[in-house]
């Protein structure tokens, strides 16, 4: 309710009452195309993703800090694509692609909420991996479910605030010019660009706090990487063990690679070496692409969830 009220507030202090999102392109004979493509997509990106979720809730052998936190990244990827997907499906098929103000800067905090999260926790996963390797006899007592639980709500909350710092500070923007956003949904830097007035503190904050949490967070990664590596080097003499402990951090690398690429290169990026055709195409990257592959991944190149999905399976009549 005070979410709601607070906006309602800004939305005095602009001439704009609605956004037209331009969306991916402009070619109206491909608009069908890309609408089959990203329903499908957003299909399995739901249906994939939730089927993990089912399995690590229902499963007893997946109640484990590694599942718990693999649940997590299911359910933000779920919530994460249905912020941008739905309202791109219906502008394909429409012709006025509107999105009142109070719903475009709804859109970009929860876009930045969710996305920030997943960007936390994903080092919070790498944590994860380096204690159970590199202190598995401490594992279950410095990964308990208390602390667990602490862990995911802090990076929610966080995540939440982050969001918030951006969602306002662009609702009190003036915007008395052009309305037309050259994306498919409402992010910060096209909203800054339609601005009047200054933006500079709007620019420093995107770039300074954004940065601070993607770059933090990739260090944490790094850091426990490396001490994983520097333990299995000194530690393990087995070849089979050394690629048995590596394979269970894989599934998690290629999750920081898709997801970190993609953000570093649109937030972390100077503003004057910015393409909004360039922002547009890696967006769908992070957005669209990086959470469908996230159940792919995970059940491809784990046998525990493979095996749970199987015995679900067979569970059903």
Known sequence: MLFCLLFQVM??????????????????????VLFVIFLATYIANVAGNAA?????????????????????????????????LPKMLENFLSTHKAISFLGCISQLHFFHFLGSTEVMLLAVMGFDRFVAICKPLRYTVIMNHQVCTQMAVTVWI???????????????????????IHHFFCDVKPLLKLACGNTELNEWLLHTVTETIAMGSFFLILLSYFYIIIYLFFKTHS???????????????????????PVFFIYIRPASGSSMDQDRTVAIMYSVVTPVLNPLIYTLRNKEVKGALKRVIRRRP
């Open 11 to 32: 939305l005095n202090q602009t001439s704009v009452t609605e956004f037209l999102l331009l969306g991916v392109t402009d070619i109206q004979v491909l608009q069908p």
């Open 52 to 84: 993990i979720l089912m399995v690590v809730t229902s499963d007893p052998r997946l109640h484990s800090p590694m599942y718990f936190f693999l649940g997590n990244l299911s359910c933000l990827d779920i919530c994460y694509s249905t912020v941008t």
């Open 158 to 180: 966080i995540g939440f605030f982050h969001a918030l710092l951006h969602s306002v500070m662009t609702s009190r923007l003036n915007f008395c010019g052009s309305n037309h």
């Open 239 to 261: 070849c089979s063990m050394l690629r048995k402990a590596l394979s269970t951090c894989a599934s998690h690398f290629m999750l920081v690679v898709l997801l970190f690429g």
